[in-house]
T-cell receptor, first 116, second 116 residues
Framework: KAGVTQTPRYLIKTRGQQVTLSCSPISGHRSVSWYQQTPGQGLQFLFEYFSETQRNKGNFPGRFSGRQFSNSRSEMNVSTLELGDSALYLC???????????????FGPGTRLTVL | GENVEQHPSTLSVQEGDSAVIKCTYSDSASNYFPWYKQELGKGPQLIIDIRSNVGEKKDQRIAVTLNKTAKHFSLHITETQPEDSAVYFCAAKGKGSSGSARQLTFGSGTQLTVLP
């Protein structure tokens, strides 16, 4: 069974631009969560989608948004990029939403975003 | 919301020795505690997890213990090998920062180096 895939793997943008990242979950998984990983802040939860609906959201500004399609694939968008948005963006998929207690999450390889 | 602290931040051991990484959590209602291994250039990989109704779980050279009273859990790796070298993250599933649905909160990570 194929794992979580993320595209692109690397991205370089300049301040003020916007970017869209894509995530394809493991086949049969309906929940997709997004995380930002930086050396200073570690792994921080952005948001979670299940059945095309945002189920949960972390403490990030409105410049960060996402969506999920009927095939469970998800995209996240960052508008008006800032230097501090440089990070590894990770997507994780699971069978059920995080609200289910013992729900294993499986991560993709991430998209490395560099903002110049 | 949940807060997870992880120690140590770096750990070096000789090949064949044991390694122990410790985490504490703040939300007494947290009920799921996974551990992830992240190798350079890759996303975190789930290596073992434990539920709140279990005190200890073992999988070959890896074991995790949970003390709900003290709100801490630990990862134990025995007979370490050079390929165990990676960053290890603990996580706890508790209430989100805004009291929202349960989500994973991660520790800051431990860089484990196994010296040959």
């Amino acid at each position: 069974k194929a794992g979580v895939t993320q595209t692109p793997r690397y991205l370089i943008k300049t301040r003020g631009q916007q970017v869209t990242l894509s995530c394809s979950p493991i086949s049969g998984h309906r929940s997709v969560s997004w995380y930002q990983q930086t050396p200073g802040q570690g792994l921080q939860f952005l948001f979670e989608y299940f059945s095309e609906t945002q189920r949960n959201k972390g403490n990030f500004p409105g410049r960060f948004s996402g969506r999920q399609f009927s095939n469970s694939r998800s995209e996240m968008n960052v508008s008006t990029l800032e230097l501090g948005d440089s990070a590894l963006y990770l997507c994780a998929s699971s069978l059920e939403p995080s609200g289910f207690s013992y729900n294993e999450q499986f991560f993709g390889p991430g998209t490395r975003l560099t903002v110049l | 919301g949940e807060n997870v602290e992880q120690h140590p931040s770096t750990l070096s051991v000789q090949e064949g020795d044991s390694a122990v990484i410790k985490c504490t959590y703040s939300d007494s209602a947290s009920n799921y505690f996974p551990w992830y291994k992240q190798e350079l250039g890759k996303g975190p990989q789930l290596i073992i997890d434990i539920r709140s109704n279990v005190g200890e779980k073992k999988d070959q050279r890896i074991a995790v213990t949970l003390n709900k009273t003290a709100k801490h859990f630990s990862l134990h790796i025995t007979e370490t090998q050079p390929e165990d070298s990676a960053v290890y993250f603990c996580a706890a599933k508790g209430k989100g920062s805004s009291g929202s649905a349960r989500q994973l909160t991660f520790g800051s990570g431990t860089q484990l180096t196994v010296l040959p």
